[in-house]
């Protein structure tokens, strides 16, 4: 069996010209490596060098022998380049699965954090339904997922990530926007807009229905930005996420605290009892810094 050390030998040889510069460039002494060509030749049973020329002049064998050395090191070349760039960078492959609140603002801004970290990423961004992000978490459809609380899922780890009070959503000339605060029971008997069944809407009732308060649902739009296109044209009232409303700035809307206090609360998954990647555990970090940075302002 070849010595795979001879080998790196014989290459140095061959790369520096000689085995005087291979040994200076290796700090070894020469006899070292005379031998080392020396038992190698006898276990290829041919001569690798013209003997008598500086011992730097490959034979025909030698030559069509060092043509295969160098594909094979080329190969083992590419295994050290390949794992250094997923020790120091991951896979360079991320699936994410995100609610719509975040996916606009947030999500892109902790990528272009993670891109500059390490340009060429291929990262997939999917913008499903709560339960649909809940169930790609537990199959390992994707690598992380940011979603609103759901229950029955034992594959996924969750833990905390935003947990931000609904505000409510009003036409900037209603009488209520000259309010600082809007009450469940400030709303009774006005039109409501309605959220999806994976919004804050299933709360949303349940707070009226606590308060002894009948809302009128009049419309229903399934996001934040469809809900507050509505309340701009003066078709309602919405309780809604302040994060993507914030972002609607164009709108001749008002955004007011509601009470009683509603959590919107949003946890990140990901799929149990497998490791996290290094790639997705930088792009936590700064989803982390990009949420305290919103939270903050």
């Not at 999917?126 to 759901?150: M, N, Y």
């Not at 701009?232 to 009470?259: H, K, T």
């Not at 149990?272 to 305290?292: N, Y």
Request: glycine share 8%.
């Amino acid at each position: 069996m070849i010595n795979p050390a001879h080998l790196d030998l014989f290459r140095a040889v061959i790369r520096h010209g000689g085995m005087t510069r291979a040994t200076q460039a290796l700090g070894i002494g020469q006899p070292h490596v005379s031998r080392a060509i020396a038992q190698l030749e006898a276990d290829l049973g041919f001569p690798l060098f013209v003997r008598g020329h500086g011992s730097a002049i490959p034979t025909q064998e030698g030559e069509a022998f060092a043509h295969e050395v160098v594909q094979t090191f080329a190969g083992l070349d590419h295994l050290d380049h390949a794992a250094r760039r997923i020790r120091e960078r991951g896979t360079g492959s991320l699936r994410i699965a995100c609610q719509p609140s975040l996916a606009s603002r947030l999500l892109p801004r902790a990528l272009r954090r993670l891109d500059a970290e390490s340009p060429g990423l291929r990262v997939s961004v999917h913008v499903p339904s709560p339960d649909t992000i809940w169930s790609w978490a537990a199959s390992g459809q994707c690598d992380l997922g940011l979603a609103r609380p759901r229950s029955g899922y034992a594959a996924v780890e969750a833990e905390p990530f935003l947990n931000l009070a609904a505000v409510c959503a009003l036409p900037r000339r209603h009488a209520l926007a000259a309010r600082r605060v809007v009450t469940v029971t400030d709303l009774a008997g006005l039109p409501l807009i309605a959220g999806g069944s994976g919004s804050v809407q299933p709360a949303v009732e349940a707070v009226f229905a606590a308060a002894g308060v009948t809302p009128h649902f009049a419309l229903m739009a399934e996001y934040t930005a469809a809900r507050c296109g509505l309340v701009a044209q003066g078709l309602g009232i919405a309780i809604v996420d302040p994060l993507p409303a914030r972002e609607l700035s164009g709108l001749p809307i008002v955004l007011r605290p509601f009470r009683p206090a509603l959590q919107i609360e949003t946890l990140l998954l990901r799929p149990a009892g497998r490791p996290t990647s290094r790639l997705a555990e930088r792009l936590i970090d700064h989803l982390k810094a990009e949420r305290d940075a919103l939270v903050g302002r």
